[in-house]
């Protein structure tokens, strides 16, 4: 594994990580319940996140933001295996 794309997907974990437990205690504000739902049932976390968008965006662009340096990262780190 390339050390930069290893970097760069662990900084992506990070911020995905720093993403979901905003985004969960910005829902556990809002309802026990959703936040239950939201982690147990990926249609609710849907649901939720676009009734309370105003509210979720933020954490929402946090977690893409995440998943795209992971993505980056792996992608990365696999293109010099070869």
């Known amino acids: 594994m390339h050390s930069s794309g ?38 609710a976390a849907i649901t939720i996140t676009y009734r309370n968008w105003q509210l979720l965006k933020k954490p929402y662009w946090v977690c893409l933001l995440g998943y795209v340096c992971i993505f980056s990262g792996a992608m990365i780190a696999n293109s010099f295996r070869h």
């Open 6 to 43: 290893l970097i760069l997907l662990c900084i992506g974990v990070l911020i995905f990580v720093i993403g979901q437990i905003w985004y969960a205690v910005t829902i556990y504000q809002r309802s026990l319940l959703a936040t239950i739902l939201s982690f147990i049932v990926p249609m």
